[in-house]
T-cell receptor, first 116, second 116 residues
Framework: EAGVVQSPRYKIIEKKQPVAFWCNPISGHNTLYWYRQNLGQGPELLIRYENEEAVDDSQLPKDRFSAERLKGVDSTLKIQPAELGDSAVYLC??????????????FGEGSRLTVL | AQSVTQLGSHVSVSEGALVLLRCNYSSSVPPYLFWYVQYPNQGLQLLLKYTTGATLVKGINGFEAEFKKSETSFHLTKPSAHMSDAAEYFCAVSDFANFGNEKLTFGTGTRLTIIP
């Protein structure tokens, strides 16, 4: 079974430039998450999707961040324009849903963003 | 709202010694509790989880954790440390009352170093 795939793994950009991250979840996982992990910190939820619906985006800075999951499968997270404080690792995770596997999130390797 | 506190951002133990990583949680409803491990430049991997039932849960790689409601704790232990255990460990809590809402709130992490 293929895991959660993210790209790019690393991205270095100048401030005020746009950037996009892509995530393909594990096949059959309806729930998809984007987390941001600052250096030395735990992951913080940005947005959660159930299929194509964003059911929790309360922590997403909507002035510069946007996300989509058009067909309920892969997802894109965009930042425009990027700021120095956006430097972090952006983690995508997927989940098979509730029941016995409840709470078991499967993470990708992350996309490390450096804003200069 | 739920939260977790991990005591000790860095823990060092000798190879073969006991590993003890501390986690205390706060939740207004019965929690689901998790430990995740993150190796350098990789995503997070589930070590173990507590949902209901037996309060001592066993995970991968010889780790186990005990849910103690009276102490609001979920400490992670391993009897004998191995060099390969060197990683970052994250405790996380999920709101049981919203079963199926697998939003995890992570602690700030504990970096485990193994001394040869």
């Amino acid at each position: 079974e293929a895991g959660v795939v993210q790209s790019p793994r690393y991205k270095i950009i100048e401030k005020k430039q746009p950037v996009a991250f892509w995530c393909n979840p594990i096949s059959g996982h309806n729930t998809l998450y984007w987390y941001r992990q600052n250096l030395g910190q735990g992951p913080e939820l940005l947005i959660r999707y159930e299929n194509e619906e964003a059911v929790d985006d309360s922590q997403l800075p909507k002035d510069r961040f946007s996300a989509e999951r058009l067909k309920g499968v892969d997802s894109t997270l965009k930042i425009q324009p990027a700021e120095l404080g956006d430097s972090a690792v952006y983690l995508c995770a997927s989940s098979p849903g509730g029941g016995p596997r409840g709470g078991e999130l499967f993470f990708g390797e992350g996309s490390r963003l450096t804003v200069l | 709202a739920q939260s977790v506190t991990q005591l000790g951002s860095h823990v060092s133990v000798s190879e073969g010694a006991l590993v003890l990583l501390r986690c205390n949680y706060s939740s207004s409803v019965p929690p689901y509790l998790f430990w995740y491990v993150q190796y350098p430049n990789q995503g997070l991997q589930l070590l173990l989880k507590y949902t209901t039932g037996a309060t001592l849960v066993k995970g991968i790689n010889g780790f186990e954790a005990e849910f103690k409601k009276s102490e609001t704790s979920f400490h992670l232990t391993k009897p004998s440390a191995h060099m390969s255990d060197a990683a970052e460990y994250f405790c996380a809590v999920s709101d049981f009352a919203n079963f199926g809402n697998e939003k995890l709130t992570f602690g700030t992490g504990t970096r485990l170093t193994i001394i040869p």
